[in-house]
């Protein structure tokens, strides 16, 4: 072993999985919760959900960090991203 912790996730079509920590990501939750996200290592899928108890400690135990701030930050930078230019306004 690398000494990469495993950490148990629920997938939904599989149910309890066993991933290692370097195929978790963390991602703030609105609510001030934490959600995590992961490929699943049977399916394949991309699942996200909502850290349990064990999820957070074993997480922040490694110091994995929350990457993602929320979605709705994510959306304000997609928004905020410089698209159209608005052109000067003659005055
Ligand atoms: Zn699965």
Do not use: H, W
């Not at 990469?4 to 609105?30: F, K, M, N, Y």
């Amino acid at each position: 072993m690398s000494g990469d912790a495993r950490v148990r996730v629920r997938c939904p079509q599989c149910g309890p999985r066993t991933v290692g920590l370097s195929a978790i990501e963390l991602v703030a939750a609105d609510a001030g919760g934490v959600n995590y996200r992961f490929g699943c290592p049977n399916c394949g899928k991309r699942v996200v959900a909502s850290a349990d108890r064990d999820v957070q400690r074993t997480l922040a135990r490694n110091r994995v960090e929350v990457v993602v701030p929320s979605l709705k930050e994510e959306l304000a930078e997609l928004e905020s991203q410089p698209g159209v230019q608005e052109g000067p306004t003659p005055s």
